[in-house]
């Protein structure tokens, strides 16, 4: 079992900067593949960015490519997505999963354990 706890969301500009956590307790969090999905309002679960166990392969939807960055610390079992140049359209509740497969990392199917979301707001 991994437990994972998503923060740092919150209200900010349009062109501004946030960054989100995600703390892993539980089993060994550095074996796992990590993802970031979000969810707007009436709107499915998107694939945001994910990165491997070993930090050398990240990817990113085209949506947010140049503008997000994703990156893990697995001495503090802790993964980051930082947003910059943020846009209206990024606002969504933020997820990060954990994956101890490897595979199919751009789809929710591709992941075992799930944060509860944290809420990004971007006004205009």
């Known amino acids: 079992q991994v437990q994972l706890v998503a923060s740092g969301g919150g209200l900010v500009q349009a062109g501004g900067s946030l960054r989100l956590t995600c703390a892993a307790s539980?089993?060994?969090?550095?074996?796992?593949?990590m993802g970031w999905f979000r969810q707007a309002l009436g709107k499915e679960r998107e694939f945001v960015a994910f990165?491997?166990?070993?930090?050398?392969?990240?990817w990113y939807a085209d949506y947010v490519k140049g503008r997000f960055t994703i990156s893990r610390d697995s001495a503090k079992d802790t993964g980051y997505l930082q947003l910059n140049i943020v846009k209206p359209e990024d606002t969504a509740v933020y997820y990060c999963?954990?994956?101890?497969?490897?595979?199919?990392?751009?789809?929710?199917?591709?992941?075992?354990?799930w944060g509860q979301g944290t809420q990004v707001t971007v006004s205009s």
């Open positions: 539980g089993r060994t969090f550095s074996s796992y593949a």
């Open positions: 999963a954990a994956s101890k497969r490897h595979y199919d990392l751009t789809l929710e199917g591709g992941y075992e354990y």
């Open positions: 990165i491997s166990w070993s930090a050398g392969i990240t």
